[in-house]
């Protein structure tokens, strides 16, 4: 998703931050619950926070990973259903929360931040698409594939650390994690990522854009 508070006037950054309040949140700590009342608008500041579902006991269903800039949960926010997923910060990380009046309103108020809500629902369904091709269709290489090049495609700089574990990367992919790891090795061993100290890295998208093209 494309970053909000890099995309939008300063004008509209200085709105959102003067409605909006700080809250830290550490790692692997939940920012809210699925079926927890949508109070509030998140938008992170640092580090990152992934979407999640549990479909059955033990089992974790990944739906987002959202990083620096990008706000997440906007659907039920905006019609007043409860969260739909459980989220948890990635890493130690900051967020900018509005609440839903405050966020109903600017939305009444800013025809430019209705626009970034609307793209934001567009960009969300397009995703949300490709991803179910994908899973349909594709190999193991070509699901890690794509969900690594989701996870780094919109950094402004590179190299870039994975933020996640290869558990939830085989979640994004629908895929177990042993054959993730195995799929993450081969991927190494052709110089398409780098592993350091147990840690994913991604040098360049290049070689992985390639191979997906192959």
Known sequence: MKPLLENISDELVEKLHSFGHRSSYGEDQEVFARGDKADFLPIVLSGAVKMIRNPEVGKEVIIGIFRSGEMFAVPPVFDGAPYPSTAIAVEKTELLQISRDDFLDILRDSPEFAFQVIGWTCEMLREKTSMIRTLATASPEHRVGRVLIKLTEEEASLPFRIPVRRQDIAEMASLTTETTIR??????????????????????LEPLQRFLRD
């Open 183 to 204: 799929v993450i090795r081969r991927f190494a061993d052709q110089e398409m990522v780098r592993i350091e100290h147990g840690k994913i890295f991604i040098d360049s």
